[in-house]
């Protein structure tokens, strides 16, 4: 019996001691955060991210801490295949997010192969290393469509790839025209993607 009970003792020593955990990031104000009642569009902060913002058209869509994991997710992704985020965090430091509804059908871009097309719609826009548009899919916003189905990943890549060259983001993909993307960016992007699904986000 008094052996049990130092043992007890030894074990609410060992179990209880230790360095006090605080949660990061502190939290935010609520002017930060969309306002349901407010006017649409709405520009609020991501959380964990001081510099990173997102321009919201609707509250239920793309929570900000929903981005947040995103975010961080495709910062491991890009390190688990290129073996840095240097880049990654130097695009992190300066960026705005616009989720907006399906984009119009008369816009030219290249499909990820190289291929020149017109008159078509988009996912998603990167209009510099630090101004990104995700467009959603024709179901709208009331299909509520994951950040894993979106193009915000894909966007991303443009982004980073821009401030490596300070040039563009290599908008013909694996196309001869620009250089940047390889087929190692292919697979951030599936990785993130994969993770995120598997969360729901």
């Known amino acids: 019996m008094r052996g049990t009970f130092v043992l007890l003792i030894s074990f609410v020593f060992l179990s209880c001691l230790g360095p006090?955990?605080?949660?990061?990031?502190?939290?935010?104000?609520?002017?930060?955060?969309?306002?349901?009642?407010?006017?649409?569009?709405?520009?609020?902060?991501?959380?964990?991210?001081?510099?990173?913002?997102?321009?919201?058209?609707?509250?239920?869509?793309?929570?900000?801490?929903?981005?947040?994991?995103?975010?961080?997710?495709?910062?491991?992704?890009?390190?688990?295949?290129?073996?840095?985020?240097?880049?990654?965090?130097?695009?992190?430091?300066?960026?705005?997010?616009?989720?907006?509804?399906?984009?119009?059908?008369?816009?030219?871009?290249?499909?990820?192969?190289?291929?020149?097309?017109?008159?078509?719609?988009l996912r998603g826009v990167t209009l510099s290393d630090s101004m990104i548009i995700v467009f959603q899919s024709a179901g709208g916003f009331d299909h509520h469509e994951r950040i894993c189905e979106s193009a915000l990943a894909h966007e991303l890549i443009h982004a980073v790839i821009w401030k490596i060259n300070g040039e563009h983001g290599d908008p013909d993909h694996l196309g001869k025209e620009f250089p940047g993307w390889t087929p190692d960016h292919g697979m951030v992007i599936q990785k993130t993607n994969d993770y995120l699904c598997v969360l729901g986000i």
């Open 20 to 121: 006090r955990w605080i949660a990061r990031p502190v939290p935010e104000a609520d002017f930060s955060r969309c306002n349901d009642f407010g006017e649409m569009p709405q520009m609020v902060a991501v959380p964990g991210f001081p510099s990173v913002w997102q321009v919201m058209y609707s509250c239920d869509e793309y929570p900000r801490e929903k981005t947040a994991i995103a975010l961080q997710t495709f910062r491991r992704s890009w390190e688990e295949v290129f073996g840095t985020t240097a880049a990654v965090d130097a695009v992190f430091a300066d960026l705005l997010i616009t989720w907006q509804g399906p984009s119009a059908e008369d816009y030219a871009a290249y499909s990820t192969d190289g291929t020149y097309h017109t008159n078509v719609s």
